[in-house]
């Protein structure tokens, strides 16, 4: 079974810039989350989503913002890009139900 | 909001050794924590896990214990070796219903296993 995917792994953007990141979650989740990763903050809440809703979310400002499609995918996106904004991003993705949450490998950003 | 607390931040050992990661927590709603390991460039991956209504478990060379009434939890690693070596982390969460959960992190520890 594959695992969770997500695209791409590498960005490197300009401040002020916008980007989309994408999420392709286990086959059968329904669940996916979003972390972001930093060496000063650690794992940090972004937000979940079930059944293409918003269900929980971080304390983000409103440039970051996320969406689930029908088939579970998610994507999250981030405007008006900051140098504080370079890290990895995680998406996690379970069943939904007390479910175990499964990463994938990371978007590594990097703004300019 | 909850908070967890992980404690060492840096642990070197000997292959062979033992080795023993401390978290502890401040909600006492939460009953799911799982442990994460992160190898470089990589995500992190779950090794183990366990629900409040548990006191210990263990799989293979690897187990965790909880202690809810002092809300906290502890990996434990038998026989260590060099391939152990990466990142840890606790996280605590509060399950219920048909969502996951937002996951708590602890700050990570950096496990060395010397050949």
């Known amino acids: 079974k594959a695992g969770v995917t997500q695209t791409p792994r590498y960005l490197i953007k300009t401040r002020g810039q916008q980007v989309t990141l994408s999420c392709s979650p286990i086959s059968g989740h329904r669940s996916v989350s979003w972390y972001q990763q930093t060496p000063g903050q650690g794992l940090q809440f972004l937000f979940e989503y079930f059944s293409e809703t918003q269900r929980n979310k971080g304390n983000f400002p409103g440039r970051f913002s996320g969406r689930q499609f029908s088939n579970s995918r998610s994507e999250m996106n981030v405007s008006t890009l900051e140098l504080g904004d370079s890290a990895l991003y995680l998406c996690?993705?379970?069943?939904?139900?007390?479910?175990?949450?499964?990463f994938g490998q990371g978007t590594r950003l990097t703004v300019v | 909001g909850e908070n967890v607390e992980q404690h060492p931040s840096t642990l070197s050992v000997q292959e062979g050794d033992s080795a023993v990661i401390k978290c502890t927590y401040s909600?006492?709603?939460?009953?799911?924590f799982p442990w994460y390991k992160q190898e470089l460039g990589k995500g992190p991956q779950l090794i183990i896990d366990?629900?409040?209504?548990?006191g210990e478990k263990k799989d293979q060379r690897i187990a965790v214990t909880l202690n809810k009434t002092a809300k906290h939890f502890s990996l434990h690693i038998t026989e260590t070796q060099p391939e152990d070596s990466a990142v840890y982390f606790c996280?605590?969460?509060?399950?219920?219903?048909?969502?996951?959960?937002?996951?708590?992190f602890g700050r990570g520890t950096q496990l060395t296993v010397w050949p």
């Open positions: 996280a605590a969460s509060i399950q219920g219903g048909s969502t996951l959960g937002r996951l708590y």
């Open positions: 909600d006492s709603a939460s009953n799911y």
């Open positions: 996690a993705s379970s069943l939904g139900t007390a479910g175990k949450a499964f």
């Open positions: 366990i629900r409040s209504n548990v």
